[in-house]
């Protein structure tokens, strides 16, 4: 079965960094776009950086310049590097696989920035 597995989040201090993983499987990885997503409690979930099949990367205005997504097909894993990570970015963190009408979701990593 679709599996999206992340790993990686916990307590970090305003300006550290962090990176995540999410492990796939049950699917063809290469395929598929891959996003991550955050939540923070009392918000909606907002996308933070996008990839695509072929390797493309957008990263949201509010993360741009210091988190930076990136895959590795042979492990079917996608990753988000975060740096100089601040209090706002403290949230559950959600990988995501979509193509065409499949749409599978982590179970979601905390990342918790605070002195």
């Known amino acids: 079965q679709v599996q999206l597995v992340e790993s990686g989040g916990g307590l970090v201090q305003p300006g550290g960094s962090l990176r995540l993983s999410c492990a796939a499987s049950?699917?063809?990885?290469?395929?598929?776009?891959m996003n991550w997503y955050r939540q923070a409690p009392g918000k909606q979930r907002e996308l933070v950086a996008v990839i695509t099949s072929d390797g493309r990367t957008n990263p949201a205005d509010s993360v741009k310049g210091r988190f930076t997504i990136s895959r590795d097909n042979a492990k079917s894993t996608v990753y988000l590097q975060m740096n100089s990570l601040k209090p706002e970015d403290t949230a559950v963190y959600y990988c995501?696989?979509?193509?065409?009408?499949?749409?599978?979701w982590g179970q979601g990593t905390q990342v918790t920035v605070s002195s």
């Open positions: 995501n696989a979509r193509r065409l009408r499949a749409d599978y």
């Open positions: 049950g699917f063809v990885f290469s395929i598929y776009t």
